[in-house]
């Protein structure tokens, strides 16, 4: 049964499985020992129903919709960082942060010199915005972001790292080029691998400021590896 | 007694009754799926995703598979796995429903996982392959492929640069492909499926 696989990556998916199968003979057993008693499923559903109730409304009181931030003022950043009009949208793709609550997305839009641009944010009812004390506040759609000009395979993609004091949270995020076919983030602990969307738009987030290590894989099956130097 | 009877019974269907015996399947089935799917998409990566994906989905339709052994459940599995390479080879992506609905994540290769699945996938030979079925196509077909797919450009330039109607273009485009598409998909020395 636990015969080893040649590729570590295959054992690791293997791991995730046995964690899976693991857990679904788990609620198996559960759910067995739960029909013996038919009393009990009338009370965990009671339960459950009350849980929700007060985890929906705690939700609701945790996280409050404040105003909008308001854009930036004029000459505040230059025209390469402001969005032209009609550009600028939310991504399709999202995260979720590792606490859970609002995932993490992008809105990407393209400036004057025709570049790639993207900023970071938490989504909220399809808007994209900052979470401060429990509130959420939309960030302006015209808002400024960070651009690149994409070069064949030695610029395929834009990506910035931020640390989040606030919530201790590492996003790094970008726009790539159609060269690029996934972007895999590995840490001391984990490894995630995330494709592009149609935008070329991705987004990774991670507790704390960990070191990542990015591995590019481009359509030609050749990969880029970016390994920051660490902290001291 | 019939042979059907005889055969051992498949790790899939027990995993419908016992869900941890699905690791038990993967292990029997994953390598060669990979190397499978390597094989055809020339993408280490790529094919990681695919595989993942479908046994994820395998895992989530545990339940669906009609069949009892070995052989029975490695079709139905190959079966998810073209659906979803075929998926990606149309529109470009992997869909990670499963994967997403299962909470789990694609790990990447380390530098020495890179090399193994060159050895096993034998890639750097399948992409001589297609260099040189590329290099054989009809010039016009080869022309065509090598702007629309190489240089990325759209129909219309391409045309352009051929001094061809766009419907021309894609129709040298598509036979082109087609051709390295059937020499992708065609049996490979070591497939064990």
């Not at chain 1, 004057?112 to 759609?141: M, N, Q, T, Y």
């Not at chain 2, 269907?13 to 029997?28: C, G, H």
């Not at chain 2, 009809?138 to 759209?154: F, G, N, Y």
């Amino acid at each position: 049964m636990n015969q080893p696989l040649d590729i570590d990556a295959l054992e690791d998916l293997a791991a995730q499985f046995r964690q899976l199968g693991n857990e679904a003979a788990t609620n198996r057993h559960r759910r067995r020992r739960t029909i013996k008693r038919p009393t009990r499923p009338v009370l965990i559903a009671a339960v459950t129903a009350v849980v929700l109730t007060c985890t929906a409304s705690a939700a609701t009181l945790v996280l409050r919709e404040g105003t909008p931030l308001p854009e930036a003022p004029a000459g505040d950043f230059t025209a390469d960082q402001l969005p032209l009009p009609e550009t600028s949208r939310l991504a399709g793709v999202q995260t979720t942060d590792p606490a859970g609550g609002a995932p993490w997305g992008v809105r990407v839009f393209s400036n004057a010199a025709g570049a790639h641009c993207f900023a970071p944010g938490r989504v909220v009812d399809g808007k994209l915005g900052v979470i401060s004390g429990g509130v959420f506040r939309e960030l302006p759609l015209r808002g400024p972001g960070t651009c690149v000009q994409f070069n064949g395979r030695e610029v395929p993609l834009g990506m910035v790292a931020r640390y989040y004091p606030p919530e201790d949270r590492t996003a790094i995020y970008g726009v790539a080029s159609p060269l690029v076919t996934s972007i895999g983030f590995q840490t001391g602990i984990r490894s995630q691998t995330v494709i592009p969307d149609s935008d070329g738009a991705y987004i990774a987030v991670f507790e704390g400021e960990p070191h990542v290590r990015r591995i590019i894989t481009l359509t030609d099956g050749t990969r880029q590896v970016l390994d920051p130097p660490r902290n001291p | 007694m019939t042979d059907q009877a005889r055969q051992p019974t498949s790790a899939l269907r027990e995993a419908q009754e016992r869900p941890e015996v699905f690791e038990a399947f993967y292990r029997e089935h994953a390598q060669a799926l990979f190397v499978f799917l390597a094989r055809r998409s020339l993408d280490p990566q790529t094919a990681l995703e695919l595989t993942a994906e479908t046994f994820a989905t395998a895992f989530a339709r545990r339940r669906q598979f009609r069949g009892r052994t070995e052989a029975e459940a490695a079709g139905w599995l190959y079966q998810i796995a073209r659906n979803l390479m075929g998926k990606h080879h149309r529109n470009g992506v992997i869909r990670r429903r499963a994967l997403e609905r299962l909470g789990m994540t694609v790990p990447s290769f380390s530098d020495d996982d890179l090399e193994r699945v060159e050895q096993l996938a034998g890639l750097d030979r399948i992409r001589r392959s297609v260099r040189e079925e590329f290099d054989s196509l009809p010039p016009k077909q080869r022309d065509a492929v090598s702007l629309r797919v190489v240089d990325e450009l759209p129909y219309p330039e391409v045309a352009d640069r051929l001094g061809i109607s766009e419907q021309t273009a894609r129709a040298r485009v598509s036979r082109g492909l087609r051709t390295l598409r059937d020499l992708l998909a065609a049996p490979q020395p070591g497939d064990q499926t």
